[in-house]
């Protein structure tokens, strides 16, 4: 990889992580708890337990996730994240 490459990937990182940050930013504390836990792997029922909440509770917490990050899926929500969270670790 050449230097303007790296530099125009770590832009790119920088951007995703930025836009992440304010998708976070957004959501409510009960959201963000589900968030937490979906980048864990834990599945809706885990997390219902996990938070004595309901499964429907944690499908509309998830909905909204999906909508903040502007994604319909749990796998490209993890996509969308884990350049951007890992790369600067």
């Known amino acids: 990889m050449t230097t303007t490459q790296s530099i125009r990937l770590d832009a790119k990182m920088l951007r995703s992580r930025k836009k992440a940050q304010k998708c976070i930013a957004q959501l409510s504390p009960a959201e963000k708890a589900v968030y937490d836990r979906i980048l864990q792997g834990k599945s809706a ?35 969308m994240l884990v350049v951007p969270l890992s790369a600067t670790e």
């Open 45 to 79: 029922i885990e997390i219902a337990k996990e938070l004595r909440r309901s499964p429907f509770t944690v499908s509309n917490h998830t909905r909204k996730i999906f909508e903040a990050f502007g994604t319909q899926s749990r796998s490209k929500l993890l996509a």
